[in-house]
């Protein structure tokens, strides 16, 4: 599993109030994502970042930010939530293989989040 | 821009049914292509890879050819069966970006 947590592993919140995510990796792996599932959809990429304070947009980023004061941990906020932010939540880290002309993305077991 | 169109089922088959699940891509240059699956309440994991044309990726007795000339990366299996059911997403990565693109998912139930 490449060693990936996430937490909490499900969240229950209301419109409005702010919610954190945890990833955290156990290997120092450069590269970490965010990504959220949602039917119909796919996975869609929310912010990356390729080193401590480096961090990028994705294609969905709007209403989310991110931090990473240390390589093993990246954290997800959801400034204000809002209904549309209900979904499955995942973190990946990019491992390089030595060589090789791709880098292999690991998945953490994802995050529920449902905003009511 | 770069992107991956997938078949979007869902997919039911019967065990011991051939399997296949297509993938076109759009990109510029060469891209690394993928599968990955996603089993019931887990994360995504690698399927297989194919990193240039006419490579053929295989696992679990899945298997995906890298076709340049009709920017395809079609999944199959000759045989499937019930704990092959989850949704499976192929992907590309283009050297650069350190990203991955990812199409919508194929949710594929096998019955008994």
């Known amino acids: 599993d490449a060693g990936i947590t996430q937490s909490p592993r499900h969240k229950v919140t209301e419109t409005g109030t702010p919610v954190t995510l945890r990833c955290h990796q156990t290997e120092n792996h450069r590269y970490m994502y965010w990504y959220r599932q949602d039917p119909g959809h796919g996975l869609r990429l929310i912010h990356y970042s390729y080193g401590v304070k480096d961090t990028d947009k994705g294609e969905v980023s709007d209403g989310y930010s991110v931090s990473r004061s240390k390589t093993e941990d990246f954290l997800l906020t959801l400034e204000s939530a809002t209904s549309s932010q209900t979904s499955v939540y995942f973190c990946a880290i990019s491992v390089q293989t030595s060589g090789a002309s791709y880098n292999e993305q690991f998945f953490g077991p994802g995050t529920r989040l449902t905003v009511l | 821009g770069n992107s991956v169109t997938q078949m979007e089922g869902p997919v039911t088959l019967s065990e011991e049914a051939f399997l296949t699940i297509n993938c076109t891509y759009t990109a510029t240059g060469y891209p690394s292509l993928f599968w990955y699956v996603q089993y019931p309440g887990e994360g995504l994991q690698l399927l297989l890879k194919?990193?240039?044309?006419?490579d053929k990726g295989s696992n679990k007795g899945f298997e995906a050819t890298y076709r340049k000339e009709t920017t395809s990366f079609h999944l199959e299996k000759g045989s499937v069966q019930v704990s092959d059911s989850a949704v499976y997403f192929c992907?590309?990565?283009?050297?650069?970006?350190?990203?991955?693109?990812f199409g919508k998912g194929t949710k594929l139930t096998v019955n008994p």
């Open positions: 194919a990193t240039k044309a006419d």
């Open positions: 992907a590309l990565f283009y050297g650069g970006s350190e990203k991955l693109v």
